[in-house]
């Protein structure tokens, strides 16, 4: 095996708090342990390099996650395996991003939005409900759910293990014909 | 010789028509022909992708070189050779970049002003001085030569293949090192 054909890209969109991080870190490890090349682009860094200036309004959104795709494609064309852990909530958004990536897994990352406000792992949904960010997903932005995710992960009922097993046999019989 | 220890950032800096692009996309071909992976981040496209919205203000400028030189530096963490052909004027922002590149070579495409005026290849030169691009570099906004470039090529008193060669010889010191 080389990491020359590996490059892709996967999205890990679901609401905030529901564990798309987690996942796409612990894949991290285990793909970086099996000699992959490997990045994530984490949505707050890449909104703190390449997105100075952008909110949350959909067009805003919309521009940062084209911006992420744009330099994850960037990187998987060169071997790597290219890790999107974002929201992106819009349906026609994570099918553009498809279409304009020559090789590319969504992994819905699924937990109940009262599962995830519960977590609240950043204190977000709190600040939402008080009405200091507006346009939150789950709360007055929609989150339209994948129809045909390539992979499905439920937090609320699988384990993190159970979950990454699953992301990694897909990717695995990728990349053993790439 | 692998280029997993490759990755590198050459920045080309110099006036608008110094032929910053053509010295790139002809070191490109030769790198590739030797087998290693290359990127030209042109400032076009990057500007297109990922900076939609800023201008030609000093800040504005500033932030899409910063952003720019984050995807080089993704880029050549994975063993890609990141060739950023951008006119990048100011001396303090070129700094930033090289002391926050692992491996970085800045390569000073030197024409004189009225060379590049007489070139003026995509006709920009005319529309400054008509006064329809405000901030223009050379024109109403200042460049600031480099103190101390890794390489100086005169694009007006030397071929392309001189000049291509001599960025050549600098980067296989460092690859054949690393």
């Not at 054909?5 to 969109?13: D, E, I, N, P, S």
């Not at 992959?36 to 949505?43: A, C, M, T």
């Not at 819905?108 to 997903?137: I, M, Q």
Request: net charge negative.
């Amino acid at each position: 095996m080389t990491s020359d054909g590996a490059g892709c890209v996967v999205l890990f969109t679901g609401l905030s708090g529901a564990g798309k991080s987690t996942l796409a870190q612990s894949l991290t490890a285990r793909l970086i342990e099996a000699g992959y090349r490997v990045e994530i682009l984490d949505g707050d860094a890449v909104r703190r390099e390449l997105s100075k200036g952008l909110g949350f309004t959909p067009e805003d959104r919309t521009e940062n996650i084209r911006r992420i795709g744009f330099v994850a494609r960037l990187l998987a064309r060169h071997g790597v395996i290219a890790l999107i852990p974002v929201i992106a909530p819009y349906r026609a958004l994570r099918a553009e991003m498809r279409a304009g990536t020559p090789t590319f897994f969504e992994v819905y990352v699924n937990a109940p939005l009262d599962v995830c406000e519960h977590r609240d792992p950043k204190g977000l949904y709190r600040r939402a409900r008080a009405g200091d960010l507006p346009h939150f997903t789950g709360i007055d932005d929609p989150y339209e759910p994948p129809d045909a995710p390539d992979v499905e992960c439920r937090t609320d009922l699988e384990a993190i293990e159970i979950c990454v097993e699953r992301i990694w046999s897909k990717l695995m019989a990728h990349l053993e014909h790439a």
